[in-house]
């Protein structure tokens, strides 16, 4: 794997880097009611030495029903400012299971303008095969100021994700599993109706990671995408369930240098519940 800091990077690279005074680490662990596990607990008892816990529920618009919808700017520029990360530093993020919630806080900075930002190719899971040194000490952390230029072009809302979805405008890329897509499968949150948006397309996130959950090569994700139906020469749009996994099938589609993607961040959680919008069901 060719590390990129400025998408994803293997744990080879974070381990020669981690001595670099510029060099903020996140742990953004995140993870489903269903699993059992919850992230600070597991990064109080162990984590990457420096590494910051980013919370994904708390770091998000707190006036909005939907799950860790994106936060106001302000309340971004706070938090982080709290975490002594901001501008100068490169950011590198992973969380416990490999590549998942890790993805979805990389998509959230570089919606904040921030572009020093990559994913820990393998995630904790990896960096503690390999043996390498871990610590549950919080870091003593300074202050820094974060600029945050809002990339509107990165985010779609119920509204223009329902104009895609009937001019085919944008392909919608769904990265839930298939048997949810389908509507075989009920939806994990209550009250949502079971299905897809019309006209998107089906690719799991789980088939673009390897067994050990790094991400596949390029290549292998471009076949992916292609067997899928998706036109890679057309502007897409992500989704899944509550704007987690979309952001691995945004982070697949930079690595293969198709950078014109947005994020549905209500995605299935918002979708699901309008009664207004349609629901197809079956295959693409």
């Given at each position: 794997?060719?590390?990129?800091?400025?998408?994803?990077?293997?744990?080879?690279?974070?381990?020669?880097?981690?001595?670099?005074?510029?060099?903020?680490?996140?742990?953004?662990?995140?993870?489903?009611?269903s699993v059992d596990r919850d992230g600070r607990t597991e990064y109080d008892a162990a984590h990457i030495p420096g590494?910051?816990?980013?919370?994904?529920?708390?770091?998000?618009?707190?006036?909005?029903?939907?799950?860790?919808?994106?936060?106001?700017?302000?309340?971004?520029?706070?938090?982080?400012?709290?975490?002594?990360?901001?501008?100068?530093?490169?950011?590198?993020?992973?969380?416990?299971?490999?590549?998942?919630?890790?993805?979805?806080?990389?998509?959230?900075?570089?919606?904040?303008?921030?572009?020093?930002?990559?994913?820990?190719?393998?995630?904790?899971?990896?960096?503690?095969?390999?043996?390498?040194?871990?610590?549950?000490?919080?870091?003593?952390?300074?202050?820094?100021?974060?600029?945050?230029?809002?990339?509107?072009?990165?985010?779609?809302?119920?509204?223009?994700?329902?104009?895609?979805?009937?001019?085919?405008?944008?392909?919608?890329?769904?990265?839930?599993?298939?048997?949810?897509f389908r509507g075989d499968a009920p939806e994990p949150r209550e009250g949502l109706r079971a299905g897809h948006i019309?006209?998107?397309?089906?690719?799991?996130?789980?088939?673009?990671?390897?067994?050990?959950?790094?991400?596949?090569?390029?290549?292998?994700?471009?076949?992916?995408?292609?067997?899928?139906?998706?036109?890679?020469?057309?502007?897409?749009?992500?989704?899944?369930?509550?704007?987690?996994?979309?952001?691995?099938?945004?982070?697949?589609?930079?690595?293969?240098?198709?950078?014109?993607?947005?994020?549905?961040?209500?995605?299935?959680?918002?979708?699901?519940?309008?009664?207004?919008?349609?629901?197809?069901?079956?295959?693409?």
């Open positions: 794997m060719a590390d990129d800091p400025k998408t994803l990077v293997s744990t080879d690279w974070l381990a020669q880097h981690i001595k670099d005074p510029d060099l903020r680490i996140l742990d953004a662990s995140l993870y489903l009611p590494a910051r816990f980013f919370d994904i529920d708390d770091i998000s618009d707190s006036r909005s029903d939907l799950p860790h919808m994106v936060p106001p700017i302000e309340k971004f520029m706070s938090r982080l400012r709290a975490m002594g990360v901001g501008d100068g530093h490169q950011v590198v993020v992973y969380d416990g299971t490999g590549v998942y919630s890790a993805a979805r806080v990389w998509w959230l900075f570089r919606l904040m303008g921030q572009n020093n930002v990559a994913v820990l190719d393998g995630g904790f899971p990896k960096w503690q095969a390999e043996g390498r040194e871990i610590e549950d000490m919080r870091p003593v952390v300074r202050d820094r100021h974060m600029t945050v230029r809002f990339q509107n072009q990165m985010v779609r809302d119920v509204t223009q994700v329902s104009s895609a979805s009937k001019l085919g405008t944008s392909q919608i890329v769904d990265a839930r599993a298939a048997t949810r019309p006209g998107s397309r089906n690719v799991p996130f789980a088939d673009l990671l390897n067994q050990n959950n790094t991400l596949k090569s390029p290549d292998q994700t471009r076949a992916i995408f292609e067997a899928a139906g998706v036109d890679l020469n057309k502007p897409i749009i992500t989704s899944c369930g509550s704007g987690v996994t979309a952001a691995i099938l945004g982070l697949a589609l930079t690595r293969m240098g198709h950078d014109n993607w947005a994020l549905y961040d209500g995605s299935w959680a918002e979708w699901g519940m309008f009664p207004t919008v349609p629901v197809a069901t079956g295959e693409a």
